[in-house]
């Protein structure tokens, strides 16, 4: 029996709600979950985070600030889970974080994600491996999203054209064809704008299970107005965060004469839409379709996802062996191994990059 290959994945993604940690053994051919933890952030950290999209007064030391608070709150995260599982920190080969973006600018050149990995690896005892999304930006890409290279290794079915929609804050799907290069895009927003309107509407951080969304009607007039943004024609390679997506635009889109309610299910609409509307774009032939991310607990979300995608059986990641939950966390983990191999992380078919590369910058133990 080969040695085990441990290795923690720390997530926190757009919607800044959170961090998802989890501790898998990479040793064989599919990764095997060995413990996971949530710690939501505190709401003044949240509110740090999410005031750091927009240029602000003072804004870099701010950001340097809310980085060192990251990466404290990183190393709780995996101190707590190692106790929990009863493993010891020497035994983890690395730690894969991805760090709070809070810019997307391929188009400019640059990612920026916070979490002060040197810091991180400082306060766990751990090698940190983190910053995974530059150097495919470097080397020409979107450096995003990275997602599909793992759904790849894990969820590819030699009989079954499956599509792996991942939805986040933002949304992106992986077509995993029975044959030809694996293929992956974000697809628009996921949970970011659905968490910001029941946020303003409801007080809550998102809409639980989409039960809100489910008492109100799709507006097909707004729904429209939303499908009219410029990135749903852009053709792949794309990706896409609040830069673009973002509680002003939806405000800008919205007449104020509808019920939130209902404008809460025209968003939920939105979602599923844009994602359909890309799988039979791009993913001609597809079969299946399982769900992972925040997304996948939305009731209203899976339902409307479902009547788009009538020909595709619909799941979750669940049903392929990987809690839906816990994916992403478990990619960022398989990605720093991939470094620390110098094996490479990217896949240029999916972010547009002048071909592969090894991802992440390494802070050793």
Known sequence: MPDRELFIGIMSGTSADGVDVVLVDLSGPAPVQLASHYQAFPPELRHRILRLQSSAVDELHQGALVSVELARTYAECANALLA??????????????HGQTVRHRPDAGYTLQLGNGALLAELTGICVVCDMRSRDIAAGGQGAPLVPAFHSAVFSDARRHRVIANIGGIANVTDLATAGAVRGFDTGPGNVLLDAWAEQHLGTPHDEGGRWASSGRIVPRLLQTLLDHSFFARSPPKSTGREE?????????????????DVQATLVELTAASIAQAVRAYCPGAEEIYVCGGGAHNAALMGALGRNLENLALDTTDRLGISADWVEASAFAWLAQRALSGQPGNLPAVTGARGLRVLGAIYPA
């Not at 997506?245 to 309610?261: E, H, I, M, Y």
Request: net charge positive; hydrophobic share 40%; charged share 25%.
């Open 245 to 261: 997506f973002n509680f002003d635009w939806l405000q800008s889109k919205v007449t104020g004469s509808d019920r939130p309610a």
């Open 84 to 97: 929990d599982a009863g493993v010891s920190a020497t035994k983890v080969r690395a730690i894969g974080c």
